[in-house]
């Protein structure tokens, strides 16, 4: 089973964001969307999760074609940057939004909150609000959050992306063990070649909003596909 996309393409009025991209991302594996800004990667993962539409091409989940299906009904869930962090909630709240909503029973919310904190160690900050967090906190917090209604695929846009190094490692490091214990398909957007070197299975490399190679980092390194690759690896 896999993410499947098929030939999506996607334009900005005549900008071309996405050229015809065709890729599987294997279920189970963590898998790095990597390359220089404005490649198309957040595009990319945005449509995967039914955020925005492609103008042409499929996008198959878990062997279900989503194409046309809602973002809630994709079974997927998202952090992306910037996205709403409810500021007046508690992290306990923040974490129990998507399934209030849901309408599930207090009793089930409560225990599923209690795991998701203990999961992602930030059980003695439940009554916290987001600001009294350190930055790989609240990350820590829109992870459980996410996956609170126990999505079969995570999507990351830069997860990394604004913490300072040290956090960075640890909250790395912490997606490596997250991704092994839960084992959903993950799939993170970054710019950083040694971060998806370091903590993916898989790596699409995509540049100009198309896909230059797919591979393991192993393969990556020893058999770039072009140039491209050989000197975004290089820098
Ligand atoms: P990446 O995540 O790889 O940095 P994006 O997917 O965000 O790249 O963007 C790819 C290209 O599409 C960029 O040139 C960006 O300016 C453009 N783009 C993205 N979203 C929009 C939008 N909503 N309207 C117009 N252009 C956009
Ligand atoms: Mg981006």
Redesign the pocket.
């Known amino acids: 089973m896999s993410i499947d996309v098929t030939g999506v393409t996607k334009k ?2 005549d ?1 071309v ?1 996405l050229d015809d991209v065709s890729v599987s991302l294997p279920t189970g594996q963590l898998t790095a969307l990597l ?10 993962l945005r449509i995967i999760a039914g955020l925005d539409s492609a103008d042409r091409g499929r996008v198959s989940i878990e062997g279900v074609d989503a194409t046309n299906l809602p973002a809630q009904k994709r079974n997927v869930g998202f952090v992306f940057q910037h996205y709403a962090v409810f500021k007046h909630m508690t992290v306990a709240r923040n974490v129990a939004f998507g399934l209030e909503i849901r309408k599930r029973p207090k009793e089930e919310v409560a225990a599923r909150v209690e795991e998701l904190l203990k999961l992602v160690h930030l059980s003695q900050f439940a009554h916290r609000l987001p600001s009294q967090l350190s930055g790989g906190q609240r990350q820590r917090m829109a992870l459980a959050r996410a996956l609170a209604v126990e999505p079969k695929v995570l999507l990351l846009d830069e997860p990394f992306g604004a913490l300072d190094a040290k956090v960075r490692k640890e909250l790395r490091d912490w997606l490596r063990r997250l991704h092994d214990e839960v084992a959903v398909t993950t799939v993170f ?1 970054t ?1 950083d070649q040694e971060e998806a070197l370091e903590v993916a299975d898989e790596i699409v490399v ?1 540049n100009d ?1 198309r896909v230059e190679q797919v591979g393991t980092p192993d393969e990556l390194y020893d058999t770039p596909a072009n140039d491209f690759v050989m000197s975004f690896l290089g820098e």
């Open positions: 900005f009025g900008f964001a390359g220089p800004s404005g490649g198309g990667k957040s595009t990319l957007v710019h995509i909003g």
